[in-house]
C-alpha cells in the first residue's frame, strides 16, 4: 500500500524559511507519480500549491506562492521537497502531500484534489513572531 510520510513542519518566524518533506513508501516511485503539495489553514479550503506531473520535468505552482516555494523531487530517496522561503502569516497551515499515478497539469491536479489517490497525514506550519 502507497504511503506518503510528511515531515520538517514548524513554528518560523515571518520572512523565514522552511523545508517540508515527503516521503513515498509501499512500492511507488516518485517519479511515476504526479506529486505534490496541498495545503488547508484554518476555516479556508484545502488549497493546491505546487504540483511535478508523473515523469514530467516541469513543475507548477499556484500564485499565492510563486517565487517563494520551489518544490522538487529527489529519485534516489523516493521524496519530494517544497522549499518555503519568505513566509508569510498567511501560509500558517497543515501542509499536506498528494499523489496520484497518472499525469495531471498543475491547474487540473490542484482544482480536483478529490481524484488524488494518495495522501499524506499532514504536518503543520505556522508562521508567527
Known amino acids: 500500500q502507497v504511503q506518503l510520510v510528511e515531515s520538517g513542519g514548524g513554528l518560523v518566524e515571518p520572512g523565514g524559511s522552511l523545508r517540508l518533506s515527503c516521503k513515498v513508501s509501499g512500492g511507488a516511485s516518485v517519479d511515476r507519480l504526479s506529486i505534490g503539495w496541498f495545503r488547508q489553514a484554518p476555516g479556508k479550503e484545502r488549497e493546491g500549491i505546487s504540483l511535478i506531473p508523473e515523469r514530467g520535468l516541469s513543475t507548477y505552482y499556484a500564485d499565492s506562492v510563486k517565487g517563494r516555494f520551489t518544490i522538487s523531487r529527489d529519485n534516489d530517496k523516493n521524496s519530494i521537497y517544497l522549499q518555503m522561503s519568505g513566509l508569510e502569516a498567511d501560509d500558517t497551515a497543515v501542509y499536506y502531500c498528494?499523489?496520484?499515478?497518472?499525469?495531471?497539469?498543475?491547474?487540473?491536479?490542484?482544482?480536483?484534489?478529490?481524484?488524488?489517490?494518495?495522501w499524506g497525514q499532514g504536518t503543520q506550519v505556522t508562521v508567527s513572531s
Open positions: 498528494a499523489a496520484d499515478p497518472h499525469y495531471y497539469s498543475g491547474g487540473y491536479f490542484f482544482k480536483n484534489p478529490s481524484r488524488l489517490a494518495y
